[in-house]
């Protein structure tokens, strides 16, 4: 016979592993609770951190490329004036032959598309695409572009430029030289 603190006993060992059996599941409930809470914070804050480096990534990219660019633009118009001189030389001697040389040798370099010369009435004298001889420099660009009496740098679309400067005879124009140049695209450098 059991007798009644026997019986105690046994109740009070069932209430104890009951609660502690509580306070377990509790217990491993709220640890998970914390757990999951703990890693939605960190993957919302690794999603804000990777966002501010993207945004913070592309405008480097727009500051390198803009100076990039603007470094380049700069030596092209330099690049130009040595080969007017050049080709003015060809050009005053009536030396077509020579004249296309020099454009068809620029045009193998790398970025450059095409090169021509341009007498006064807007007709291509010059070219490295020879298709192009003959023709009205208009067919083709903006003819506005040779209306200056210096270098410069006229856009055409997109990364396209396209660099005139005139070529001189004492102090007549005789023709223009129309370089078009296509800038790179600098985000193939910053793929990983």
């Given at each position: 016979?059991?007798?009644?603190?026997?019986?105690?006993?046994?109740?009070?060992?069932?209430?104890?592993?009951?609660?502690?059996?509580?306070?377990?599941?509790?217990?491993?409930?709220?640890?998970?609770?914390?757990?999951?809470?703990?890693?939605?914070?960190k993957?919302?804050?690794?999603?804000?951190?990777?966002?501010?480096?993207?945004?913070?990534?592309?405008?480097?990219?727009?500051?390198?490329?803009?100076?990039?660019?603007?470094?380049?633009?700069?030596?092209l118009?330099?690049?130009?004036?040595?080969?007017?001189?050049?080709?003015?030389?060809?050009?005053?001697?009536?030396?077509?032959?020579?004249?296309?040389?020099?454009?068809?040798?620029?045009?193998?370099?790398?970025?450059?598309?095409?090169?021509?010369?341009?007498?006064?009435?807007?007709?291509?004298?010059?070219?490295?695409?020879?298709?192009?001889?003959?023709?009205?420099?208009?067919?083709?660009?903006?003819?506005?572009?040779?209306?200056?009496?210096?270098?410069?740098l006229?856009?055409?679309?997109?990364?396209?430029?396209?660099?005139?400067?005139?070529?001189?005879?004492?102090?007549?124009?005789?023709?223009?030289?129309?370089?078009?140049?296509?800038?790179?695209?600098?985000?193939?450098?910053?793929?990983?």
């Amino acid at each position: 016979m059991t007798n009644s603190s026997d019986r105690h006993s046994k109740a009070h060992r069932i209430t104890e592993s009951t609660i502690s059996i509580k306070t377990f599941l509790i217990s491993l409930a709220a640890s998970i609770l914390i757990i999951l809470s703990l890693w939605v914070s960190k993957s919302i804050e690794r999603k804000a951190i990777i966002e501010i480096s993207q945004r913070q990534s592309q405008l480097y990219k727009r500051t390198i490329s803009a100076r990039l660019d603007t470094t380049l633009k700069s030596q092209l118009l330099v690049f130009s004036k040595p080969l007017v001189w050049a080709i003015r030389t060809e050009v005053l001697k009536g030396d077509r032959k020579a004249v296309n040389t020099y454009l068809d040798q620029l045009a193998t370099m790398q970025n450059f598309k095409d090169a021509s010369v341009i007498d006064n009435y807007g007709v291509i004298i010059a070219s490295s695409k020879k298709s192009e001889i003959g023709h009205l420099y208009s067919t083709f660009y903006n003819i506005n572009f040779l209306s200056k009496d210096s270098a410069r740098l006229n856009t055409q679309s997109g990364n396209s430029i396209i660099i005139t400067s005139p070529i001189f005879e004492r102090d007549r124009k005789v023709a223009s030289l129309s370089i078009h140049y296509q800038l790179v695209n600098i985000d193939h450098y910053f793929k990983q």
